[in-house]
């Protein structure tokens, strides 16, 4: 019998340590250089190809925003340290943003493997399988909070990723969630397992407000489901 495949990391799941080489040294540890800040890891399967070099250079260009919210960067791509060096380059011409965070080295896929993040319906010109273009926050603990895959064709939305950064921060500081298409500053949800007496005691009698919707008419009802209140905070600054 063969190898069973190896299940990808998912939500809650702790994301593995990566230890290896980056572009800069060949002792890097993830979790040692994440410490205790929340962290974002962007999947690509190759150097020098079109949609990941845009993307690099902008995370790169974006960088104060990260820092502001207290995320850490970290690229992985499944080739050596010589190639990322080379590769960085083109992306500063190309784009004209230096990519100085660590770039993970993985030619022989041996991490991606362990990962179980290898797109065997995508093979490079070697035969290989090619990395899943996913990208995954990581909050302080180093477990996934969210993650978002992309086809080869498509380039990331940064604006969505601070966004959904946004969120996450807020939504780990207080008992709200946020609804479609929300924005920094909006309203929020307030969260559902919440009584309404229980909402009450954290945000104040008049501190949220009751969407009155059918399903909810003419019961004596200890939660309504659509509550509203001001959004708490803004993202996480250091």
């Known amino acids: 019998m063969g190898n069973a495949p190896v299940k990808a990391p ?13 572009q800069d040294t060949d002792s890097f540890d993830l979790y040692e ?3 205790t ?8 399967p190759g150097d020098f190809t079109p949609v990941c ?9 974006r960088r104060d925003e990260f820092k502001n919210r207290d995320v850490k960067m970290c690229g992985f791509s499944c080739n050596d340290s010589a190639s990322h060096k ?4 083109d992306i500063k011409a190309a784009v004209g943003a230096t990519v100085d965070f660590p770039l993970f080295c993985d030619p022989d896929r041996t991490v991606s493997v362990k990962l179980g993040v290898l797109d065997e319906t995508n093979k490079d010109s070697k035969g290989l399988p090619m990395t899943v273009r996913s990208v995954y926050i990581l909050k302080p603990d180093k477990t996934i909070a969210l993650m978002i895959t992309y086809p080869a064709s498509t380039g990331r939305s940064f604006d969505e990723i601070f966004r959904v950064i946004d969120s996450l ?3 780990s500081n ?19 397992p ?8 954290k945000f104040g009698k008049n501190g949220y407000r009751i969407v009155k919707v059918p399903s909810e008419m003419g019961k004596d009802l200890p939660k309504h489901y659509m509550r509203y209140t001001k959004d708490l905070g803004t993202a996480k600054k250091k």
């Open 169 to 171: 921060q807020r939504t």
């Open 33 to 35: 250089y994440l410490g």
């Open 37 to 44: 800040s929340w962290g974002i890891i962007f999947m690509h």
């Open 194 to 201: 919440l009584t309404d007496k229980q909402a009450t005691e």
């Open 86 to 89: 080379a590769w960085i380059e």
């Open 10 to 22: 998912a939500i809650n799941d702790k994301f593995p340590n990566l230890e290896g080489s980056t």
């Open 53 to 61: 070099t845009t993307e690099l250079g902008a995370a790169a260009k």
């Open 174 to 192: 207080h008992q709200t969630a946020t609804p479609a298409d929300w924005k920094n500053g909006k309203d929020v949800l307030v969260n559902f």
